[in-house]
């Protein structure tokens, strides 16, 4: 079996007027398997959605190859386009329609029942402002109902750029639920996001992209596994005296000051067993490396998303 | 399964998305209430306006201002004069500034002395006519009496046409032509930026229908809503106004579509241009406000400068506007228009061809 997304080589390269030559993806390879949940991270500018965009076919890239479910995206084509379901960044909606004319206007165009586009609906959460103008519908409905769209051709293969951007912590969770829910009924489905958080919580495996390329592909469990990186403690400051402090890190980096002691440890069981053997738990924070660690290991800058 | 079968297999699908598309955007443009004013009631507005501006005035009487006594007023019919009296000339020519009068008279013995107002240079030569006419009347009761038996001329107005040329019938033409124009131009420039924006169509190139059912769903839309325009309009203007229509009105559908044609045309060159609604708007307005002015469609060409004559050859809405005047009001056959018809189809295939060339779909 074809994988879900194969993409060799792309380059594209922008020239504005005033920007000059910008290359925007510069030789970018990855594969998704199908069923996998894929993520392209990066900060803003970094090529994700251009890159999305070629894949989809939306752009033709100067070079390099694209296969979605074994075809070229290029030209277009009903047999391929039917087994896909994109979401944009923008939210592209018939003006002054209702949520339920609206999916039910995808759906005709996807060879989809009026059932099927009540129940995405219902899966979305929005069966309750189904009379509501889309306009008139919150950014997170909005994102939701752009998402039912997307599903409601039954698609193997979903594309999500950026759902979440812009979206307050709750709507994020729930969005996120909805986005495990797609990707166990066994739809493969490919998220661009700038949150470390949402990769982290959601993708099997991420490609991290920066300035036009992918610096590297991995589950995120196994990214931070490879870095290998200290777990962080933080206790409040007064608790311990300085020789137990110093007996405690045992060789480990320790550093200090606005009133907490921070232990660098490999082993946070010992320590957190010795911690609360001294009754020093007060203040206590543990903190172990996630992507935003990854990331300023593997593109050499700070986490700017 | 045959190859036609085949074919049949595919089309099904995309006969539905035509639909589900024209559906889609025909609800989309009857919510706009902004749509509705632009196509419908802006023209309907501009028709009472020009109207009541070129309507009035020709059969209203003349305001005469007599200083002193003139004699020769006294015959005057009330329906052609209406009389005030000042105490002295300046007080009349300070009237006749003010546009509070069309003419003030002084008699002097047998000499009358007219004095037409500039403010209101038309109504101040209808009122000298008029006042000479009454001076030659009055000669010729006196010549009569002097020498009887003698024949006498007299002139009898009888309006052209049977008087069927009210200013409607040369106006509705002329709006009808601009309110077509500008819900073109503006329609299709407005959703073009409106689609850069919300990346609509965009969207729908990743659907399985294509771009070209999607682009005829909309120019369909368009095509639908000038008819339905042309209709609400001429109808208006037929009951409320008094516009004759003539047997050969039904051609106006068929102009006004290939007139949509080539506005639509200019709306999308405009949209490739702007990238926000108010520049679009903006482009629309200077293009098709220099475009109106030229037509021929609210003043007479015969009556405008030479050079207003010849930028009228370039303007798509003087081939409109005339060929709805000859076809609408004049009841001319489709034949009689043929020349406009061609001038009106190559501007929309050159426009046409300029906007396909010019136009990024990467933007959209």
Known sequence: MDAAIEVADLRKTYRGRRTGEVRAVDGVSFRVERGEFFGILGPNGAGKTTTLEIVEGLRRPDSGEV????????????????????????????????????????AELYGATKARAAEMLETVGLAEHAAVRCEKLSGGQQQRLSIACALVGDPELVFLDEPTAALDPQARRNLWDLMRAINAEGRTVVLTTHYMEEAEALCDRVAIMDAGRVKAVDSPAGFIRKLDAPTRVTIASGQLTDERIAELASGETVTGGDGTVVFETRDPRKLLTALASDGALEGLAVRTANLEDVFLHVTGREWRG | ???????????????????????????????????????????????????????????????????????????????????SSAPDLDAALAMLREGDADAAVVQDGAVVRIYPSATNATGGAI????????????????????????????????????????????????????????????GAAGTIVDWKRDKLLRRLRLTPASVKTFLGAKVSVNLV??????????????????????AWTWFAAPLVLLGTFAFLAIGV????IAQTSPAAAGLSNLVTMPMAFVSGAFYPL??????????????????????LQSVVVYGEPPSAVLPQIGFLAAFAALVGLISWKTFKFDEL
Do not use: C
């Open chain 2, 269 to 272: 060159v405009i949209g490739g």
């Open chain 2, 1 to 83: 399964m045959t190859a036609t079968a085949e074919r049949e297999a595919v089309r099904a699908p995309r006969g539905r998305a035509f639909l589900s598309l024209f559906k889609a955007l025909g609800r989309g443009w009857i919510r706009d209430r902004s749509q509705i004013f632009f196509t419908i009631l802006l023209p309907l507005m501009f028709m009472v306006l020009l109207a009541s501006v070129f309507g009035s005035g020709d059969t209203a009487a003349s305001r005469i201002v007599a200083v002193g006594d003139v004699a020769v007023l006294d015959g005057a019919d009330a329906d052609e004069f209406a009389v």
């Open chain 1, 67 to 106: 296969r979605l479910l074994g075809r070229s995206p290029w030209p277009h084509s009903p047999d391929l386009t039917r087994r896909l379901g994109v979401q944009l960044q923008a939210s592209a909606f018939f003006e002054f329609l209702t949520a339920r004319e609206q999916i039910e206007t995808f």
């Open chain 2, 225 to 246: 809503v000038a008819i339905g325009q042309t209709a609400v309009f001429l109808a208006v203007a037929a009951v409320a106004f008094g516009l004759r229509l003539s």
């Open chain 2, 302 to 323: 015969a009556l405008s400068p030479q050079w207003v004559q010849w930028l009228s050859y370039a303007s798509p809405m003087r081939y409109l506007n005339e060929a």
């Open chain 2, 127 to 186: 009122a000298e006519g008029r006042l000479s006419a009454l001076v030659d009347d009055v000669n010729v009761e006196v010549l009569s009496a002097a020498a009887p038996g003698e024949t006498v001329l007299a002139t009898d107005v009888e309006e052209a046409d049977g008087g069927a040329l009210q200013p409607i019938q040369y106006l509705a033409p002329g709006i009808l032509a601009w309110g077509v124009a500008i819900s073109g131009v503006f």
